[in-house]
C-alpha cells in the first residue's frame, strides 16, 4: 500500500512541477485525443464489419462473398 | 470478376499513405534519441557532471516534444484497417492482431511507465534507477517497433499461417516463423538503425546551429561526439542490413527489386545502376531503352541479388512473360492458377456435397500461393510503379552513402578538436537535418510502391482488400487528417524551434 502511494505520489509531484511547454503539450494531448476518439473514431471511422454485423459467421460470410463474387 | 472502384482503391491508399507518412516523421527520431538520451544519462550516472545532466536534460526535452505531438497518431492506422479496409483486416485477423496486441501491451507497460519516472524522476527517484528507465524507454520503444515491424514483414512474406476456407481467414500456426523470418529480422533492424540515423543527424544539425551562432559550444561539441559516433556505427549498420534486405527481396519479391533497379529484360551478371534516369513513357509493352542515362557497377546487381555476380537476376519482363530456363511462371499462368483457387474457395462455400468441398478444398491448396493473381484484371497490373520506386531507393541509397561521409567528417573534427572551424561542414549539417528524415520516408515508399499491388504478397491485391465504402467519405476523412496533421505539424516545429533557441538551461558553456 506504501508503495502504492508513493507512485500516486511521483505522478502527483511530477504533474504539479510541469513547466510551461509541458503543459502545452499536455493540452496539446488531449486535444488531439478528443479529436481522434471523439470524433474521427465515433463519426468517421466505424469498424466497418463491426457496425454491420453482430455474429463472426456473418463477418466470415460477408467477406466470402465479397471475395468471390462474380 | 467484381469490378472495382479503383478511385476508392486510390484515395483509401492516398489516406493510408497520408497518415503512415505522418506517423513516421516521429518514430525514428523516437527510436534513436531515447539511446542516445541513454547514453547521455549514462555518463552522467557515471560521473556525476552537471554538465552531462544538463545535456541531457536538453536533449530529453526535445525528445518529450517529438513524442507529445507523435503520440497515438499510430492508432489512426488502425482507426483505417477497420473502416477503410475490412477484407483485409479480417483476411490477416489473427495474424496482424497477436504483434499488434504485444505491441499495445509493451508500449503501455514499458515505455509509459518508464517515460514517466524518465521525466519526473529527477532527484525523485535514485540516480540509478532513473538512468536505468532512460534504457527502459529506449529499448521499450525499439521492441514496440518490432511488432508493428514483424507484421507488416508479413505482408512482404507471408509465411507461417494457413488459410482456413470456412471463416475466409489466414491462422498462424507457427508464430517462430513469422517472428523470426528473415524479412522480418532484416526489416527490424534496418529500420531501426534507420531510425538512429536520424536521430543523429538532428542531434549534430542542432548542435551545428548552436556553434555557428557562437552559442553553449562545449554542450554542442558534447552532443556532436556522441552523435557522430553512434550515427557513423548507425550508418554503416543500416548498409549492411539494407544489403541482406535487398537480397531477401530479390528471394521473395523479384518484382519489386526489379522495379527498384528499373530492370525489364533480365540477365547474367547484371550490373547495379549506381546513378540513372529511367526513361519517361517506358513500359513493359513498349520497346523503348530501360534508362536514358544509367552509370553501372558491373555484376554487382547480380551479387546482391544471389551472392553470385554472374548469376542471372529476372527483369520485369521475365516475371510477366515467365522465363523456362529459370522456372519462372508466366503472370497469365499465375492469374489462371489464382482465378482455379478463387473459383475453388466459392465452390467449397456453396456446396453442400462432401466429396464436392473435398475436391475444391484440394484445388484450393494446391494454387493458394498464386490466389491473389486470380483478382488482376491483366498482367500489368503486376507492375509497380517503377519510377517511383527506382528513384526512392536510389535517391534513399545516395543519402544514406552521404550520411556515412558526414559523420565520419563529424567524428574527425570531434577527435582533432576542429568542429568550430568549420562553418561549411556545420552549415551542411544543419540542413541535413531534414534529409534523414527524407530518407527514412523513401525507404517506406520503396517498400510500400514496389509491393504493389498486393496488400499480402501474391494472396490478396490491394484493389480486393477494402471496404465497400463511397469514395466521398474517404475523401473526406483525407482532408480531415491533412488538416489534423498540418496543425499537429506546426505545432512541433514551433515548440521544438522555441525550445532549441532557449537552449540548454543552467548551462554556462
Same mark, same amino acid.
Given at each position: 500500500?506504501?508503495?502504492?502511494?508513493?507512485?500516486?505520489?511521483?505522478?502527483?509531484?511530477? @504533474?504539479?512541477?510541469?513547466?510551461?511547454?509541458?503543459?502545452?503539450?499536455?493540452?496539446?494531448?488531449?486535444?488531439?485525443?478528443?479529436?481522434?476518439?471523439?470524433? &474521427?473514431?465515433?463519426?468517421?471511422?466505424?469498424?466497418?464489419?463491426?457496425?454491420?454485423?453482430?455474429?463472426?459467421?456473418?463477418?466470415?460470410?460477408?467477406?466470402?462473398?465479397?471475395?468471390?463474387?462474380? | 470478376?467484381?469490378?472495382?472502384?479503383?478511385?476508392?482503391?486510390?484515395?483509401?491508399?492516398? %489516406?493510408?499513405?497520408?497518415?503512415?507518412?505522418?506517423?513516421?516523421?516521429?518514430?525514428?527520431?523516437?527510436?534513436?534519441?531515447? @539511446?542516445?538520451?541513454?547514453?547521455?544519462?549514462?555518463?552522467?550516472?557515471?560521473?556525476?557532471?552537471?554538465?552531462?545532466?544538463?545535456?541531457?536534460?536538453?536533449?530529453?526535452?526535445?525528445?518529450?516534444?517529438?513524442?507529445?505531438?507523435?503520440?497515438?497518431?499510430?492508432?489512426?492506422?488502425?482507426?483505417?484497417?477497420?473502416?477503410?479496409?475490412?477484407?483485409?483486416?479480417?483476411?490477416?485477423?489473427?495474424?496482424?492482431?497477436?504483434?499488434?496486441?504485444?505491441?499495445?501491451?509493451?508500449?503501455?507497460?514499458?515505455?509509459?511507465?518508464?517515460?514517466?519516472?524518465?521525466?519526473?524522476?529527477?532527484?525523485?527517484?535514485?540516480?540509478?534507477?532513473?538512468?536505468?528507465?532512460?534504457?527502459?524507454?529506449?529499448?521499450?520503444?525499439?521492441?514496440?517497433?518490432?511488432?508493428?515491424?514483424?507484421?507488416?514483414?508479413?505482408?512482404?512474406?507471408?509465411?507461417?499461417?494457413?488459410?482456413?476456407?470456412?471463416?475466409?481467414?489466414?491462422?498462424?500456426?507457427?508464430?517462430?516463423?513469422?517472428?523470426?523470418?528473415?524479412?522480418?529480422?532484416?526489416?527490424?533492424?534496418?529500420?531501426?538503425?534507420?531510425?538512429?540515423?536520424?536521430?543523429?543527424?538532428?542531434?549534430?544539425?542542432?548542435?551545428?546551429?548552436?556553434?555557428?551562432?557562437?552559442?553553449?559550444?562545449?554542450?554542442?561539441?558534447?552532443?556532436?561526439?556522441?552523435?557522430?559516433? @553512434?550515427?557513423?556505427?548507425?550508418?554503416?549498420?543500416?548498409?549492411?542490413?539494407?544489403?541482406?534486405?535487398?537480397?531477401?527481396?530479390?528471394?521473395?519479391?523479384?518484382?519489386? @527489386?526489379?522495379?527498384?533497379?528499373?530492370?525489364?529484360?533480365?540477365?547474367?551478371?547484371?550490373?547495379?545502376?549506381?546513378?540513372?534516369?529511367?526513361?519517361?513513357?517506358?513500359?513493359?509493352?513498349?520497346?523503348?531503352?530501360?534508362?536514358?542515362?544509367?552509370?553501372?557497377?558491373?555484376?554487382?546487381?547480380?551479387?546482391?541479388?544471389?551472392?553470385?555476380?554472374?548469376?542471372?537476376?529476372?527483369?520485369?519482363?521475365?516475371?510477366?512473360?515467365?522465363?523456362?530456363?529459370?522456372?519462372?511462371?508466366?503472370?497469365?499462368?499465375?492469374?489462371?492458377?489464382?482465378?482455379?483457387?478463387?473459383?475453388?474457395?466459392?465452390?467449397?462455400?456453396?456446396?453442400?456435397?462432401?466429396?464436392?468441398?473435398?475436391?475444391?478444398?484440394?484445388? &484450393?491448396?494446391?494454387?493458394?500461393?498464386?490466389?491473389?493473381?486470380?483478382?488482376?484484371?491483366?498482367?500489368?497490373?503486376?507492375?509497380?510503379?517503377?519510377?517511383?520506386?527506382?528513384?526512392?531507393?536510389?535517391?534513399?541509397?545516395?543519402?544514406?552513402?552521404?550520411?556515412?561521409?558526414?559523420?565520419?567528417?563529424?567524428?574527425?573534427?570531434?577527435?582533432?578538436?576542429?568542429?568550430?572551424?568549420?562553418?561549411?561542414?556545420?552549415?551542411?549539417?544543419?540542413?541535413?537535418?531534414?534529409?534523414?528524415?527524407?530518407?527514412?520516408?523513401?525507404?517506406?515508399?520503396?517498400?510500400?510502391?514496389?509491393?504493389?499491388?498486393?496488400?499480402?504478397?501474391?494472396?490478396?491485391?490491394?484493389?480486393?482488400?477494402?471496404?465497400?465504402?463511397?469514395?466521398?467519405?474517404?475523401?473526406?476523412?483525407?482532408?480531415?487528417?491533412?488538416?489534423?496533421?498540418?496543425?499537429?505539424?506546426?505545432?512541433?516545429?514551433?515548440?521544438? &524551434?522555441? %525550445?532549441?533557441?532557449?537552449?540548454?538551461?543552467?548551462?554556462?558553456?
Amino acid at each position: 500500500m506504501n508503495l502504492v502511494k508513493r507512485i500516486i505520489k511521483f505522478y502527483i509531484d511530477g @504533474f504539479r512541477n510541469l513547466d510551461k511547454v509541458s503543459i502545452k503539450l499536455w493540452i496539446i494531448i488531449g486535444i488531439k485525443l478528443f479529436i481522434m476518439f471523439a470524433i &474521427l473514431k465515433l463519426f468517421f471511422f466505424p469498424d466497418f464489419l463491426n457496425s454491420r454485423f453482430n455474429t463472426e459467421e456473418q463477418k466470415s460470410e460477408y467477406v466470402i462473398q465479397s471475395l468471390t463474387k462474380k | 470478376m467484381e469490378t472495382f472502384d479503383m478511385s476508392l482503391v486510390d484515395w483509401s491508399r492516398a %489516406q493510408f499513405a497520408l497518415t503512415a507518412i505522418y506517423h513516421w516523421i516521429f518514430v525514428p527520431l523516437t527510436l534513436g534519441l531515447s @539511446f542516445i538520451i541513454a547514453f547521455m544519462h549514462t555518463k552522467y550516472y557515471k560521473t556525476g557532471s552537471e554538465k552531462w545532466k544538463h545535456t541531457t536534460k536538453f536533449w530529453m526535452k526535445l525528445f518529450g516534444i517529438n513524442f507529445a505531438i507523435g503520440v497515438a497518431t499510430g492508432i489512426i492506422l488502425e482507426f483505417e484497417f477497420g473502416t477503410n479496409w475490412s477484407n483485409y483486416s479480417w483476411f490477416v485477423g489473427d495474424i496482424f492482431g497477436a504483434p499488434l496486441a504485444i505491441e499495445g501491451i509493451m508500449a503501455f507497460f514499458l515505455e509509459s511507465t518508464f517515460i514517466a519516472i524518465m521525466f519526473f524522476g529527477w532527484n525523485r527517484v535514485s540516480k540509478k534507477f532513473h538512468m536505468l528507465s532512460s534504457w527502459f524507454v529506449a529499448i521499450g520503444s525499439n521492441l514496440s517497433a518490432l511488432w508493428i515491424l514483424v507484421a507488416n514483414a508479413w505482408m512482404q512474406n507471408p509465411v507461417g499461417m494457413r488459410f482456413n476456407p470456412d471463416t475466409a481467414r489466414n491462422e498462424m500456426v507457427n508464430f517462430a516463423e513469422i517472428l523470426f523470418s528473415p524479412t522480418a529480422i532484416y526489416k527490424f533492424l534496418h529500420t531501426i538503425s534507420n531510425g538512429y540515423v536520424v536521430a543523429s543527424l538532428f542531434v549534430i544539425g542542432i548542435s551545428a546551429w548552436f556553434i555557428l551562432k557562437g552559442r553553449h559550444l562545449e554542450f554542442a561539441k558534447r552532443s556532436i561526439l556522441v552523435a557522430a559516433v @553512434f550515427g557513423l556505427f548507425s550508418s554503416i549498420f543500416v548498409v549492411i542490413t539494407g544489403d541482406s534486405s535487398a537480397h531477401d527481396v530479390a528471394k521473395t519479391q523479384p518484382m519489386k @527489386f526489379a522495379a527498384m533497379e528499373g530492370i525489364y529484360e533480365g540477365g547474367e551478371g547484371v550490373g547495379l545502376t549506381t546513378i540513372g534516369i529511367v526513361t519517361p513513357g517506358k513500359r513493359y509493352d513498349n520497346n523503348k531503352n530501360d534508362f536514358v542515362f544509367a552509370l553501372k557497377a558491373p555484376k554487382m546487381l547480380s551479387f546482391l541479388a544471389n551472392r553470385n555476380s554472374n548469376s542471372f537476376v529476372p527483369g520485369i519482363n521475365d516475371l510477366i512473360d515467365g522465363n523456362k530456363d529459370h522456372n519462372i511462371i508466366p503472370i497469365s499462368e499465375r492469374m489462371e492458377f489464382g482465378k482455379l483457387a478463387i473459383n475453388a474457395f466459392r465452390e467449397y462455400n456453396n456446396s453442400e456435397d462432401a466429396e464436392v468441398k473435398e475436391g475444391a478444398l484440394k484445388t &484450393l491448396n494446391e494454387n493458394y500461393q498464386h490466389f491473389g493473381y486470380g483478382y488482376l484484371p491483366d498482367k500489368m497490373a503486376a507492375i509497380p510503379n517503377v519510377p517511383i520506386t527506382f528513384y526512392s531507393f536510389h535517391l534513399m541509397v545516395g543519402l544514406g552513402c552521404f550520411f556515412i561521409v558526414l559523420f565520419g567528417v563529424f567524428l574527425f573534427f570531434s577527435i582533432k578538436q576542429k568542429t568550430e572551424s568549420k562553418r561549411g561542414w556545420l552549415k551542411l549539417a544543419v540542413w541535413s537535418i531534414p534529409l534523414g528524415f527524407l530518407a527514412s520516408e523513401l525507404g517506406w515508399i520503396v517498400a510500400e510502391v514496389g509491393r504493389q499491388p498486393w496488400t499480402i504478397q501474391d494472396i490478396l491485391p490491394t484493389m480486393i482488400s477494402t471496404s465497400h465504402l463511397s469514395t466521398s467519405s474517404v475523401q473526406v476523412t483525407f482532408w480531415a487528417f491533412a488538416a489534423l496533421f498540418t496543425v499537429l505539424l506546426i505545432a512541433e516545429i514551433k515548440i521544438m &524551434l522555441h %525550445q532549441i533557441k532557449s537552449g540548454p538551461k543552467n548551462m554556462e558553456d
